[in-house]
């Protein structure tokens, strides 16, 4: 018996998991299925969880419950699908359950348990404009996230990751390229470039070359951001390690390919904590990094995230993360309480922190980057900048430098915005700032102002 071909969506956790949900919503689209906003509407829910840290276990939990309760009839899918067992322990009335990456079985589940009649796939053109030349998108029309590799090859003692995503593999280059097209086809301004470790990009593949429109590119991050910066206006890289190669990134962020900006997950700042992270230990290396890095391109904005309270931490070791950051001066920092979280090598360590000695130290880590970031936000009082129109109402608009990615950094609160449009990439002159944001006045679209 066919269905009404309604699917209830929702998608948790990271932007990776974000572009798996894309992929999935772009399928089922086209073989006719349309998304509903509540459960009780749709003939089926699918749920792509997250189960990085306990946290997100939790919500990911909850929402499926919400959804069994409200609808009954749910498909599980991503990281917290990879232990199916303890989910059809819970939940023994799902009708599907799948790991990470994978499409090809949701699809299939929804078929199976909503289907619906022959013929209902979209045409060509007709699927064009439901969804555009790069499929459907769950973030804003001007900005996407671009995955350019799956898995991961560390061994971080506190993660999870490679147990359920596996290990990296990358997109040979011309497949990034021409989904990187089919984006620009759509008027995407910005793209993220994304990965579990973006920097490793094309390691797995020895850098191998694939032709792309007549020409031969090998495979490697470098090559692939000289690219894409002739594609798309703003080419933004998250989760790059600091590996030696990156150096060669800088010249093409000082060139204008590139934005300037580096999104590194650090973890900590204390030798002895980062070797029991099984993460690179030392640390006067990244600051000289760093120290270089600006030299290349002195407008280079780096975000970075903190793990606080991992078991052996002292607060000797705490004191040294702290000392870290004054050295380091980041532009943007996220910080985490340590997430005891199954699977995970860490969970066995010694020495485990008090919750509460946990949330302590990271209150404390963010007044220290606080009175950084509201520094370092002074200086640019008074300056000229180009930003990325996010939101408009009336006269004022919310937009962002190109220091700023969307929903974890910063914004400019824009006023004089009349007529302006999600998008655009306009010019303010800075008015005033705080510990987090920038206040600016609309100046016009042009690139030379006096």
């Known amino acids: 018996m066919s269905s009404t071909g309604k699917v209830g969506f929702v998608s948790l956790g990271c932007p990776k998991a974000l572009v798996d949900s894309e992929q999935i919503l772009t399928r089922l689209t086209g073989d006719g299925y349309r998304t509903v906003e509540r459960y009780q509407d ?56 799948s790991g990470p990456q994978a499409a090809d079985a949701v699809v299939a589940a929804v078929h199976s348990h909503a289907p619906i009649a022959r013929g209902s796939a979209l045409a060509g053109a007709e699927l064009e404009v439901m969804m555009g030349p790069a499929g459907v998108k769950l973030t804003p029309p001007h900005y996407a996230y671009l995955k350019v590799a799956e898995g991961c090859n560390h061994t971080c003692s506190f993660c999870i990751i490679p147990s359920m995503r596996g290990k990296l593999r990358s997109r040979p280059i011309d497949d990034v390229l021409a989904e990187a097209e089919r984006l620009a086809a759509a008027g995407v301004q910005e793209v993220m470039v994304i990965a579990q470790d973006t920097s490793a990009y094309g390691v797995d593949l020895r850098y191998r070359a694939a032709a792309h429109r007549g020409r031969t590119l090998p495979s490697d991050l470098e090559t692939l951001c000289r690219e894409l910066g002739q594609l798309i206006p703003w080419v933004r890289l998250h989760y790059v390690y600091p590996y030696p190669h990156v150096d060669r990134l800088l010249p093409l962020m000082a060139e204008g390919l590139v934005l300037p900006y580096l999104d590194i997950p650090l973890q900590h700042a204390d030798p002895a904590i980062l070797r029991a992270m099984r993460r690179p230990a030392a640390v006067e290396n990244t600051l000289k990094r760093l120290a270089s890095w600006r030299e290349i391109c002195p407008e280079l904005v780096v975000r970075s995230t903190f793990i606080v309270g991992f078991p052996g931490e002292t607060d000797a070791a705490f004191g040294r993360l702290l000392d870290f950051l004054d050295a380091a001066r980041l532009d943007r920092v996220g910080c985490f309480t340590y997430s005891n979280v199954a699977g995970a090598r860490a969970r066995s360590l010694p020495d485990q ?28 009082v008074g300056q000229r900048l180009e930003v990325m129109v996010d939101e408009t109402n009336g006269t004022s608009a919310i937009a962002r430098t190109r220091g700023d990615a969307p929903d974890i950094d910063g914004v400019v609160h824009v006023t004089g915005a009349a007529g302006l449009e999600a998008g655009e990439r306009v010019w303010v002159r800075i008015t005033a700032s705080d510990a987090h944001d920038l206040h600016g006045a609309y100046l016009g679209t042009a690139v030379h102002l006096d």
């Not at 792509?48 to 919500?59: L, Y």
């Not at 991503?78 to 059809?88: E, H, P, T, Y």
Request: include cysteine.
């Open 42 to 97: 749709a003939d089926v829910v699918v749920v792509n969880t997250c189960g990085f840290i306990d946290a997100a276990v939790t919500e990911s939990l909850e929402t499926i419950e919400e959804a069994l309760g409200s609808n009954g009839r749910v498909i599980v899918t991503g990281c917290l699908g990879a232990d199916a067992a303890r989910l059809r322990a819970r939940f023994p009335g799902l009708l599907a359950v």
């Open 353 to 380: 922190v008090e919750e509460s000695v946990k949330l302590d130290r990271q209150e404390a880590l963010m007044e220290v980057q606080s009175r950084i970031s509201e520094a370092k936000l002074a200086q640019r």
